[in-house]
Protein backbone atom coordinates (compact mmCIF):
# COMPACT_ATOMS: atom_id res chain seq x y z
CA UNK A 1 0.00 0.00 0.00
CA UNK A 2 1.20 3.26 -0.65
CA UNK A 3 2.07 5.70 1.91
CA UNK A 4 3.97 8.15 0.43
CA UNK A 5 3.92 9.97 -2.86
CA UNK A 6 6.86 12.47 -3.87
CA UNK A 7 5.17 15.32 -5.83
CA UNK A 8 8.21 17.01 -7.33
CA UNK A 9 6.55 20.48 -8.09
CA UNK A 10 6.64 23.98 -6.59
CA UNK A 11 3.95 26.39 -5.81
CA UNK A 12 0.17 26.56 -5.42
CA UNK A 13 -0.26 23.10 -7.65
CA UNK A 14 2.60 21.91 -5.12
CA UNK A 15 0.39 23.44 -2.03
CA UNK A 16 -2.99 21.84 -3.37
CA UNK A 17 -1.78 18.60 -4.01
CA UNK A 18 -0.24 18.82 -0.38
CA UNK A 19 -3.64 19.07 0.62
CA UNK A 20 -5.18 16.83 -0.84
CA UNK A 21 -2.38 14.27 -0.07
CA UNK A 22 -2.87 15.01 3.33
CA UNK A 23 -6.56 14.16 3.59
CA UNK A 24 -6.00 11.50 2.33
CA UNK A 25 -4.34 10.02 4.85
CA UNK A 26 -0.83 10.39 2.67
CA UNK A 27 2.32 11.62 3.27
CA UNK A 28 3.56 14.40 0.94
CA UNK A 29 7.28 14.48 0.24
CA UNK A 30 8.74 17.28 -2.12
CA UNK A 31 12.00 18.19 -3.69
CA UNK A 32 13.53 22.22 -3.67
CA UNK A 33 16.05 23.99 -5.09
CA UNK A 34 18.80 25.10 -2.63
CA UNK A 35 17.19 28.53 -2.84
CA UNK A 36 13.36 27.11 -2.17
CA UNK A 37 13.88 25.92 1.13
CA UNK A 38 11.84 28.29 2.82
CA UNK A 39 9.20 27.91 0.12
CA UNK A 40 5.28 27.28 1.49
CA UNK A 41 4.97 24.06 -0.42
CA UNK A 42 8.31 23.04 1.55
CA UNK A 43 6.70 24.04 4.84
CA UNK A 44 3.50 21.85 3.99
CA UNK A 45 5.19 18.70 3.46
CA UNK A 46 5.76 15.34 5.65
CA UNK A 47 9.54 15.74 4.16
CA UNK A 48 11.82 17.87 1.74
CA UNK A 49 14.80 16.95 0.22
CA UNK A 50 17.07 19.76 -1.79
CA UNK A 51 17.83 18.57 -5.26
CA UNK A 52 19.99 21.09 -6.55
CA UNK A 53 20.33 24.50 -7.50
CA UNK A 54 17.74 27.25 -8.12
CA UNK A 55 17.51 27.02 -11.56
CA UNK A 56 15.21 24.04 -12.52
CA UNK A 57 16.96 22.54 -15.93
CA UNK A 58 19.74 22.04 -12.80
CA UNK A 59 17.11 20.69 -10.41
CA UNK A 60 13.46 20.20 -10.73
CA UNK A 61 13.76 18.65 -14.32
CA UNK A 62 16.52 16.63 -13.36
CA UNK A 63 14.57 13.29 -13.51
CA UNK A 64 17.73 11.47 -11.86
CA UNK A 65 17.52 13.70 -9.00
CA UNK A 66 13.85 13.01 -8.63
CA UNK A 67 14.43 9.43 -8.50
CA UNK A 68 17.15 9.12 -6.41
CA UNK A 69 15.39 11.34 -3.87
CA UNK A 70 11.98 8.91 -4.80
CA UNK A 71 14.25 5.93 -3.34
CA UNK A 72 15.59 8.05 -0.19
CA UNK A 73 12.55 8.93 0.74
CA UNK A 74 10.72 5.74 0.64
CA UNK A 75 7.79 6.69 -1.78
CA UNK A 76 5.39 4.42 -3.34
CA UNK A 77 4.48 6.83 -6.24
CA UNK A 78 5.52 10.13 -7.98
CA UNK A 79 3.13 12.54 -9.06
CA UNK A 80 3.53 13.79 -12.27
CA UNK A 81 2.09 16.87 -13.66
CA UNK A 82 1.96 18.91 -16.55
CA UNK A 83 5.62 20.61 -17.42
CA UNK A 84 7.03 17.72 -15.83
CA UNK A 85 9.24 14.72 -17.48
CA UNK A 86 7.05 12.22 -18.91
CA UNK A 87 8.12 8.87 -17.63
CA UNK A 88 8.42 7.09 -19.95
CA UNK A 89 9.76 2.95 -20.08
CA UNK A 90 13.49 3.61 -19.10
CA UNK A 91 12.26 6.18 -16.59
CA UNK A 92 9.96 3.61 -14.58
CA UNK A 93 12.89 0.91 -14.64
CA UNK A 94 15.35 3.81 -12.48
CA UNK A 95 12.43 4.52 -10.14
CA UNK A 96 11.22 0.95 -9.29
CA UNK A 97 14.31 -0.60 -9.69
CA UNK A 98 12.96 -3.53 -12.59
CA UNK A 99 15.39 -4.27 -15.52
CA UNK A 100 14.92 -2.52 -18.59
CA UNK A 101 13.55 -4.60 -22.01
CA UNK A 102 13.43 -3.40 -25.44
CA UNK A 103 10.41 -1.29 -26.12
CA UNK A 104 9.77 -0.46 -22.20
CA UNK A 105 9.03 -1.89 -19.08
CA UNK A 106 5.74 -4.10 -18.63
CA UNK A 107 3.15 -4.90 -20.73
CA UNK A 108 1.83 -1.44 -20.78
CA UNK A 109 4.70 0.05 -21.18
CA UNK A 110 5.27 3.64 -23.72
Not at 8 to 29: F, T, Y
Not at 79 to 98: I, N, Q, Y
Request: hydrophobic share 40%; with cysteine.
Amino acid sequence: MIRKVLFPNRGEIAVRVLRSLHEAGLQGIVVCSDAGGDNLHVRLASASYAIGPAPAVESHLRFDRICRVTRRSGAGAIHLVHGKPRVRGSMRADVVGVPRRRGGVGRNAA
